[in-house]
């Protein structure tokens, strides 16, 4: 059984939460406003959740997903990570987060930004491309024929592999777009960015990604 941190409860944190306490794993989770601001949560999650900190649920969590506005990813605490797999769910809304010049430009990634923060976790990126409700809604076993698909990326063969297994557990199947450097694949406005697709149709939309989004070229 694993503990997973989350760091975040907005729609994907709390989603992901409902969904990890069912499989019967254990979750603390975090949101910036406090722990007694999630007692309605917790008291739907039941035994398997705890609402903490920020830190606490860094150092507690075996597994730690990160699903905070990407303008806020500084603020999250580095050395409780260090060593440990971190699912980021990050996306770049300019709109919410104001304009990131190197996400823009093309030159770097939400989760590779990530990365640099947080520079002795082991970042995957994950859950970004589905929407919160899809989550517990939307697997099938494995082997159903159309089998949602949902992609990862990431420097570290380990924490892709957790993905995978994690993935699988909750119904989807699971398309790698390789290093964090090639996680632009995934991220908002992209062909693979939030369709529901089989891990053919995944394929095709990744290779079919481009690196700067029409209206940041424009």
Do not use: C
Request: cysteine-free.
């Amino acid at each position: 059984m694993t503990t997973f941190g989350i760091i975040g409860a907005g729609h994907i944190g709390s989603q992901l939460a409902r969904a990890l306490t069912r499989l019967g794993d254990d979750v603390v989770i975090a949101n910036s406003r406090g722990p007694e601001t999630l007692t309605a949560l917790i008291d739907e999650l039941g035994p398997h959740a705890r609402a903490v900190t920020a830190e606490e649920a860094a150092t507690l969590g075996d597994v730690v997903i990160v699903t905070v506005p990407l303008a806020a990813y500084r603020t999250l605490p580095v050395a409780p990570l260090d060593g440990k797999i971190v699912l980021d769910t990050n996306n770049y809304y300019w709109e919410r987060d104001g304009h990131i010049a190197e996400l823009d430009r093309g030159e770097a990634t939400t989760s590779g930004l990530l990365q640099q923060h947080l520079v002795g976790a082991k970042v995957a990126k994950a859950f970004n491309h589905i929407a919160a409700a899809d989550i517990t809604t939307t697997g099938s076993p494995a082997g159903t024929p159309g089998r949602r698909a949902l992609g990862t990326a990431s420097d570290f063969p380990d924490a892709a592999a957790f993905v995978t297994d994690l993935y699988d557990r909750l119904g989807f199947d699971t398309v790698s777009a390789g290093p964090l450097s090639e996680s632009w694949r995934l991220e908002r406005d992209r062909p693979a960015y939030g369709v529901r697709q089989d891990a053919v149709q995944l394929r095709d939309n990744l290779a079919a990604g481009f690196r700067v989004r029409p209206e940041d070229a424009a």
